[in-house]
T-cell receptor, first 112, second 112 residues
Framework: DAKTTQPTSMDCAEGRAANLPCNHSTISGNEYVYWYRQIHSQGPQYIIHGLKNNETNEMASLIITEDRKSSTLILPHATLRDTAVYYCIVPRGRGNTGKLIFGQGTTLQVKP | EAQVTQNPRYLITVTGKKLTVTCSQN?????MSWYRQDPGLGLRQIYYSMNVEVTDKGDVPEGYKVSRKEKRNFPLILESPSPNQTSLYFCASSPRQYNEQFFGPGTRLTVL
């Protein structure tokens, strides 16, 4: 997997947008960026993924820079239930998610 | 409800006593996988299966066995558990190898 770098922790006020950055400067042209989150030792939950265009679903938006070396996950209106560890993952190969390598991720604390 | 289930959720056992952790999915997914999660090491893949009767080693397969006799089930077998296998275990499935993975709730295993 391409190496990713994320901040260890972030805080966000409830109701505000949470912007979680990820650096993946060694990403290859056909590799996707995936985001998962894990709430307090529960099973990781898929959030969103993208290749080069920005993506949006009911949970979040993913903004990928034009050079694809970094991305930002946006939770538009963070709630207390969004407090979790967020993992940015770039699996090896074309969309290959068969082997996910979870780093340390970013611990997001949403505060009242 | 589409889900991945694991049993048991919690288990305390003693060294050398064979055990099996079951994993079942009701989404007709071809791909299934086992991970373990340890503090400071993140999630690491143990074994995966791309389809019935097809299994392969992940990053940390030593001390574990798996089988995939039917599509929905992917049990993890510890023939002779040791204390270093104390961990939080997750099963995951996805439609194919190249799709986002759905994780089970986890099994917390303690080997004394």
């Amino acid at each position: 997997d391409a190496k990713t770098t994320q901040p260890t922790s972030m805080d966000c006020a409830e109701g505000r947008a949470a912007n979680l950055p990820c650096n993946h400067s060694t990403i290859s042209g056909n590799e996707y960026v995936y985001w998962y989150r894990q709430i307090h030792s529960q099973g990781p939950q898929y959030i969103i993924h993208g290749l080069k265009n920005n993506e949006t679903n009911e949970m979040a938006s993913l903004i990928i820079t034009e050079d694809r070396k970094s991305s930002t996950l946006i939770l538009p209106h963070a709630t207390l239930r969004d407090t979790a560890v967020y993992y940015c993952i770039v699996p090896r190969g074309r969309g290959n998610t068969g082997k996910l390598i979870f780093g340390q991720g970013t611990t997001l604390q949403v505060k009242p | 409800e589409a889900q991945v289930t694991q049993n048991p959720r919690y288990l305390i056992t003693v060294t050398g006593k064979k055990l099996t952790v079951t994993c079942s999915q009701n989404m007709n997914h071809e791909y299934m996988s086992w991970y373990r999660q340890d503090p400071g090491l993140g999630l690491r893949q143990i074994y995966y299966s791309m389809n019935v009767e097809v299994t392969d080693k992940g990053d940390v397969p030593e001390g574990y066995k798996v089988s995939r006799k039917e599509k929905r089930n992917f049990p993890l077998i510890l023939e002779s558990p040791s204390p270093n296998q104390t961990s939080l275990y997750f099963c995951a499935s996805s439609p194919r190898q190249y799709n986002e993975q759905f994780f089970g709730p986890g099994t917390r295993l303690t080997v004394l």
